[in-house]
């Protein structure tokens, strides 16, 4: 089990090395614009998933898997020339994501912006359905007591029966 920082660091040149080699070595023209978007490397680094995107609809993205999937040995060989280290990894090619889950939170938001918009146009000539002041306040005669009536030692700070507190 290889420490997760050198893990990291293979997985980050194995990035690379995809990169280098589909842009330099593949000439597949079922290749679309496809961009190499992170690599993950298991603990033992025998194995590597390499995500990927495509520009495009799903026609482009099915042949951009379909290229990738056939040019798998050379982009390994590859890999193993650039890495130097004694066992290459696997590779496995796997379409990202996250450009799909980012619109769908776009539309979400969207959505939820039109609704905030909506209830902020309802609210705009809303009244309160009860008094204007809701909170109850103390009636005049109380006010005019003061605190002191409400503590059971009185305001001098004796107690009921005379005794002072100490």
Same mark, same amino acid.
């Given at each position: ?22 842009e330099?070595?593949?000439?597949d ?13 298991t ?14 609809d799903?026609?482009?993205l099915e042949?951009?898997q ?16 650039g ?16 450009? /799909? =889950? @980012?619109?769908?939170?776009?539309d979400?938001?969207?959505? *939820?912006?039109?609704?905030d918009?909506?209830? #902020?146009?309802? +609210? ?14 103390p009636?005049q005669d109380? /006010? =005019? @007591? ?8 009185? *305001? ?6 005379? #005794?002072?507190? +100490?």
């Amino acid at each position: 089990m290889a420490d997760p920082t050198r893990a990291r660091k293979i997985a980050d040149r194995i990035k690379v090395i995809v990169a280098s080699t589909l842009e330099k070595r593949i000439k597949d023209p079922r290749l679309g614009f496809v961009t190499i978007t992170d690599v993950r490397v298991t603990g033992d680094l025998q194995h590597a998933t390499v995500f990927y995107t495509v520009y495009g609809d799903d026609e482009q993205l099915e042949g951009t898997q379909a290229a990738l999937n056939s040019a798998k040995g050379l982009i390994r060989s590859e890999v193993g020339k650039g890495l130097q280290i004694r066992l290459t990894p696997t590779l496995e090619f796997v379409a990202d994501a996250v450009p /799909a =889950a @980012a619109a769908q939170l776009d539309d979400l938001l969207a959505k *939820a912006a039109a609704r905030d918009s909506q209830v #902020a146009a309802l +609210a705009a000539g809303a009244r309160p359905a009860g008094e204007a002041d809701p909170y109850r306040r103390p009636a005049q005669d109380e /006010a =005019a @007591a003061g605190p002191e009536a409400d503590e059971p030692g009185g *305001a001098d700070g004796t107690s009921e029966d005379g #005794a002072g507190q +100490a």
